[in-house]
């Protein structure tokens, strides 16, 4: 019956809040409520029920064994820690989180890297006022008039204009 | 030679004539040569921002250079006033009627381009500067949406390092909610124990406490039913005479 240290982790409620998208913030919500509910309770329950006073008793109950075989019996009781079903699962949870967030890193590498590459292309163009059409067409190869789609002028379709 | 005024009139326009450069000023100054061996020059330099110097919107500035040494400031003009003389008076050049639509034709021309050269110049580059200022509003566009993008994808990894925050969470709650049933066994253990033991003290005191009563009255009962009537006789007529006694006291006392 002797308690047991509780191992909790400091959390940080601001860096909790951020990482939860729009569309599960009750769920949040309802897990950062459900913490602050068990916290208030655990503060409340002492750790360790205080002492039956045996003496007291033993003196006053007139019946001759039953304070000795209360006593006896009551030490000799186990209250059962209740079983840990659940961490398990969360742990699982949290390794798949892992691999799915290295995945996410590693994607998002790449697209940093693309678009690293266009931000250069586009750092190291000349300054328009010294290209021609055909160094403009190689910049932006969208500007490239199709002279084989369209052979009449405005070589394109007219809408765009 | 009219193309000499044109250019000189509209300096800086359209960088995009590769040939302007090669027909105007270009051929005197020979700073660029054009057309010779590998095609590619890019890219390309950019164009000088004004024409070559001319005087009488007409001669470049190298010819009287070029006399000056021989002949002095005033020696191409000379040299021009000659040579105009010399054309009229051996009519190598006849007068005719077109001289007088020539003049005339010419002086307003010059006349037109003096006075609105310079602002149809100014329009035609805002025109341009217009143009390049949409291309540049497009490239600047691009270039911070990208920057935006890569910006957001590194404040998204920065998140992926506190996504152990949510785990955690779950974690202490699981173990807040089985250390709490735990204690909630054990004071319940101990308040059921209690209320046992309390039972039977609190049966113990309220039988003591109605045997006591019951002694009490039976002493009681017992003590009434032992004064015989004779004895109460005498202790009325005893009582009376006290009463008597105290009444007379009390009188006396107030008139003293």
Same mark, same amino acid.
């Given at each position: 019956?002797?308690?047991?240290?509780?191992?909790?982790?400091?959390?940080?409620?601001?860096?909790?809040?951020?990482?939860?998208?729009?569309?599960?913030?009750?769920?949040?919500?309802?897990?950062?409520?459900?913490?602050?509910?068990?916290?208030?309770?655990?503060?409340?329950?002492?750790?360790?029920?205080?002492?039956?006073?045996?003496?007291?008793?033993?003196?006053? /109950?007139?019946?001759?064994?039953?304070?000795?075989?209360?006593?006896?019996?009551?030490?000799?009781?186990?209250?059962?820690?209740?079983?840990?079903?659940?961490?398990?699962? /969360?742990?699982?949870?949290?390794?798949?989180?892992?691999?799915?967030?290295?995945?996410?890193?590693?994607?998002?590498?790449?697209?940093?890297?693309?678009?690293?590459?266009?931000?250069?292309?586009?750092?190291?163009?000349?300054?328009?006022?010294?290209?021609?059409?055909?160094?403009?067409?190689?910049?932006?190869?969208?500007?490239?008039?199709?002279?084989?789609?369209?052979?009449?002028?405005?070589?394109?379709?007219?809408?765009?204009? | 030679?009219?193309?000499?005024?044109?250019?000189?009139?509209?300096?800086?326009?359209?960088?995009?004539?590769? @040939?302007?450069?090669?027909?105007?000023?270009?051929?005197?100054?020979?700073?660029?040569?054009?057309?010779?061996?590998?095609?590619?020059?890019?890219?390309?330099?950019?164009?000088?921002?004004?024409?070559?110097?001319?005087?009488?919107?007409?001669?470049?500035?190298?010819?009287?250079?070029?006399?000056?040494?021989?002949?002095?400031?005033?020696?191409?003009?000379?040299?021009?006033?000659?040579?105009?003389?010399?054309?009229?008076?051996?009519?190598?050049?006849?007068?005719?009627?077109?001289?007088?639509?020539?003049?005339?034709?010419?002086?307003?021309?010059?006349?037109?381009?003096?006075?609105?050269?310079?602002?149809?110049?100014?329009?035609?580059?805002?025109?341009?500067?217009?143009?390049?200022?949409?291309?540049?509003?497009?490239?600047?566009?691009?270039?911070?949406?990208?920057?935006?993008?890569?910006?957001?994808?590194?404040?998204?990894?920065?998140?992926?390092?506190?996504?152990?925050?949510?785990?955690?969470?779950?974690?202490? @709650?699981?173990?807040?909610?089985?250390?709490?049933?735990?204690?909630?066994?054990?004071?319940?253990?101990?308040?059921?124990?209690? @209320?046992?033991?309390?039972?039977?003290?609190?049966?113990?005191?309220?039988?003591?406490?109605?045997?006591?009563?019951?002694?009490?009255?039976?002493?009681?009962?017992?003590?009434?039913?032992?004064?015989?009537?004779?004895?109460?006789?005498?202790?009325?007529?005893?009582?009376?005479?006290?009463?008597?006694?105290?009444?007379?006291?009390?009188?006396?006392?107030?008139?003293?």
């Amino acid at each position: 019956m002797a308690g047991r240290k509780l191992a909790l982790k400091t959390i940080d409620w601001v860096a909790f809040g951020e990482i939860i998208p729009r569309n599960q913030k009750t769920i949040a919500n309802s897990l950062k409520s459900w913490n602050e509910i068990l916290t208030s309770r655990l503060a409340t329950l002492p750790e360790a029920p205080p002492a039956i006073d045996w003496a007291y008793y033993k003196a006053n /109950v007139a019946k001759a064994g039953l304070v000795d075989d209360f006593e006896k019996k009551f030490n000799a009781l186990k209250i059962p820690v209740p079983e840990d079903k659940f961490t398990a699962l /969360v742990d699982a949870e949290e390794k798949d989180d892992v691999k799915s967030c290295a995945e996410f890193l590693s994607l998002s590498k790449t697209r940093i890297e693309e678009y690293e590459r266009q931000l250069e292309k586009l750092r190291n163009i000349i300054p328009f006022d010294q290209m021609t059409i055909d160094d403009l067409n190689e910049a932006f190869p969208e500007t490239k008039l199709d002279n084989t789609k369209y052979p009449y002028w405005p070589h394109q379709p007219i809408e765009s204009l | 030679m009219l193309f000499r005024v044109v250019l000189s009139a509209a300096a800086a326009a359209a960088p995009s004539l590769k @040939n302007a450069a090669l027909l105007g000023p270009g051929v005197l100054q020979a700073t660029r040569i054009f057309h010779t061996g590998q095609p590619s020059l890019a890219p390309v330099p950019p164009l000088p921002e004004y024409g070559g110097k001319v005087r009488l919107g007409l001669i470049p500035e190298e010819f009287f250079q070029f006399l000056y040494p021989k002949t002095g400031v005033t020696g191409p003009y000379m040299l021009g006033t000659g040579l105009i003389l010399y054309f009229l008076s051996k009519e190598i050049y006849v007068i005719t009627p077109e001289t007088i639509t020539t003049v005339s034709t010419v002086g307003l021309l010059v006349y037109a381009i003096k006075k609105y050269g310079a602002s149809v110049a100014q329009f035609a580059d805002k025109l341009n500067e217009q143009k390049i200022a949409r291309l540049e509003e497009v490239k600047q566009a691009s270039m911070k949406y990208i920057q935006d993008a890569i910006d957001f994808e590194k404040a998204q990894q920065a998140l992926v390092q506190k996504r152990h925050y949510l785990f955690d969470v779950q974690r202490n @709650n699981i173990a807040m909610a089985l250390e709490v049933t735990y204690r909630e066994r054990l004071h319940r253990v101990y308040k059921e124990v209690k @209320n046992r033991l309390d039972y039977h003290i609190s049966v113990q005191n309220m039988m003591r406490r109605k045997e006591q009563e019951h002694m009490i009255n039976w002493v009681e009962k017992n003590v009434v039913q032992s004064i015989s009537t004779q004895q109460e006789k005498e202790t009325i007529a005893k009582c009376i005479q006290d009463l008597k006694l105290l009444a007379k006291k009390a009188q006396a006392q107030p008139v003293m």
